[in-house]
T-cell receptor, first 114, second 110 residues
């Protein structure tokens, strides 16, 4: 049983560049979530997919952020024109609808914007 | 008022003692409650979930839920140095997204 995987694990970029992160959920899970976590805080919800449909985006997700989940499998999170305030850990989680809906997290992608 | 509040700690306990962590939440419609453990620089790891009032035990961990008081707690018995981490309380209002507290840092001293 493989867990949630994320790639890359670390990303350092310069301000203004675009970055893209990938998340592969647990294979049978149809729900996928993105969260962002900054130092000393708990994760904050960004967006959520049920199968391939993006059902909600947090107001934290500015127009520079976009997420996709083609075919209801892996998901990508893109940040355009990165800013220093985007530096954070980006966490992906997945769950199975009709179960306890317990969310399991991937290892995260640590983004540093210089 | 924050949706989920936890004592930030740090909470320092001697090895073998009981660590008691508290969490309160603001939305009475909250339906499920989770405790995650997070080591420094790592992602959250699920410890337990609880839905019904009362106690739920899993090994050295016991979660307690009181919906009337909007309070959930986690007890760690026989604390070990490997339990030293930040513990995150998370609440789900059945709208799929989790609301997290800021976490309580626990240090178990040998």
């Amino acid at each position: 049983d493989t867990g949630v995987s994320q790639d890359p694990r670390h990303k350092i970029t310069k301000r203004g560049q675009n970055v893209t992160f990938r998340c592969d959920p647990i294979s049978e899970h149809n729900r996928l979530y993105w969260y962002r976590q900054t130092l000393g805080q708990g994760p904050e919800f960004l967006t959520y997919f049920q199968n391939e449909a993006q059902l909600e985006k947090s107001r934290l997700l500015s127009d520079r952020f976009s997420a996709e989940r083609p075919k209801g499998s892996f998901s990508t999170l893109e940040i355009q024109r990165t800013e220093q305030g985007d530096s954070a850990m980006y966490l992906c989680a997945s769950s199975l609808e009709y179960s306890t809906d317990t969310q399991y997290f991937g290892p995260g992608t640590r983004l540093t914007v210089l | 008022q924050k949706e989920v509040e936890q004592n930030s700690g740090p909470l320092s306990v001697p090895e073998g003692a009981i660590a008691s962590l508290n969490c309160t939440y603001s939305d009475r419609g909250s339906q499920s409650f989770f405790w995650y453990r997070q080591y420094s620089g790592k992602s959250p790891e699920l410890i337990m979930f609880i839905y019904s009032n009362g106690d739920k035990e899993d090994g050295r961990f016991t979660a307690q839920l009181n919906k009337a008081s909007q309070y959930v707690s986690l007890l760690i018995r026989d604390s070990q140095p490997s339990d030293s981490a930040t513990y995150l309380c998370a609440v789900n209002k059945a709208d799929y997204k989790l609301s997290f507290g800021a976490g309580t840092t626990v240090t178990v001293r040998a």
